[in-house]
């Protein structure tokens, strides 16, 4: 059996519920494209969207989260789910279709939305690579954060029944 060390992320400045969440635009890639898609403009047209920041594509916990927020049917005309992590486009839109995703992905290769949110995680073991931490904001059309998760720890999941219920009152 494999050895978990737990991890204690430092404390961040991450916007919290009440905050407006940094504006960014990147690459949002679906399995047939991509194009750069300002987050200000996918809440205006979308009503609130929930962003989640995930661990890299292929590793286990990206595979369990997204299979999770898939099979409990997150989303709707007035909630837009997106993803945000460092793998190129092409490297999205090969997970997309390998996982039947219906959700885009920002593609943050820079890693520079995270840093925006204060919520960087160093890999363990890897000199030069970040990642998001582990998070979940859900904002408004204003971009005003109405619900946040951000991982204290690392391995750590996101409360699925939590945000379920934020979705929810949105």
């Not at 690459?27 to 750069?36: A, N, S």
């Not at 916990?61 to 997106?82: C, N, Q």
């Not at 998760?149 to 939590?162: K, M, T």
Request: a negative charge; glycine letters at 8%; aromatic letters at 12%.
């Amino acid at each position: 059996m494999a050895d978990f060390q737990l991890i204690d992320f430092p404390p961040s400045d991450h916007p919290v519920e009440g905050d407006s969440v940094p504006d960014f635009t990147r690459p949002l890639v679906t399995e047939e494209y991509w194009e750069d898609v300002p987050l200000s403009a996918l809440a205006q047209n979308a009503g609130s969207v929930l962003l989640v920041f995930y661990p890299l594509n292929w590793g286990g916990k990206s595979l369990y989260w997204w299979t999770e927020i898939r099979e409990r049917e997150w989303g709707s005309d007035d909630v837009a789910v997106v993803g945000v992590g460092i793998s190129q486009p092409f490297d999205h839109q090969r997970f997309i279709e390998a996982r039947d995703l219906e959700y885009p992905l920002y593609s943050d290769p820079g890693n520079g939305v995270a840093e925006r949110y204060d919520i960087v995680h160093d890999l363990d073991g890897m000199a030069g690579i970040a990642e998001p931490r582990p998070a979940v904001f859900l904002v408004d059309a204003d971009l005003t954060a109405e619900y946040v998760w951000v991982a204290g720890e690392w391995p750590e999941s996101p409360p699925y029944d939590e945000i379920e219920s934020a979705l929810t009152r949105s």
